[in-house]
């Protein structure tokens, strides 16, 4: 069983920097198959950045390109999001994702508040 827990969310202004943490436990295909969405009020979830499994490319969101990024630590099982430049759009839940097995497990999210 895959359970993930993510941290590293709070409050800041615009222009400021968070750098999100996500601790994975269980059986997983490989690391490359994590990526990180998102959730704001009132709209879908959107996935954000992730890596390519097999492979271990990386891809980003248009709207976080050259502002946020996606790394690990395999070792470790973690997977990282820093986000930097933020702003009041980047507010939401920030939800890590095991994609290798449908449908995709998340973890319980994160807060991030980027305020004007």
């Known amino acids: 069983q895959v359970q993930l827990v993510e941290s590293g969310g709070g409050s800041v202004q615009t222009g400021g920097s968070l750098k999100l943490s996500c601790a994975v436990s269980g059986t997983i295909v490989s690391m490359d198959c994590m990526g990180w969405y998102r959730q704001a009020p009132q709209k879908e979830r959107e996935r954000v950045a992730y890596f390519y499994w097999p492979g271990g490319g990386i891809s980003y969101a248009d709207s976080v390109k050259g502002r946020f990024t996606i790394s690990q630590n395999k070792t470790a099982k973690m997977l990282y999001l820093q986000m930097d430049s933020l702003k009041p759009d980047d507010t939401a839940i920030y939800y890590c994702?095991?994609?290798?097995?449908?449908?995709?497990?998340y973890g319980q999210g994160t807060q991030v508040t980027v305020s004007s």
């Open positions: 994702g095991y994609m290798c097995r449908s449908p995709t497990v």
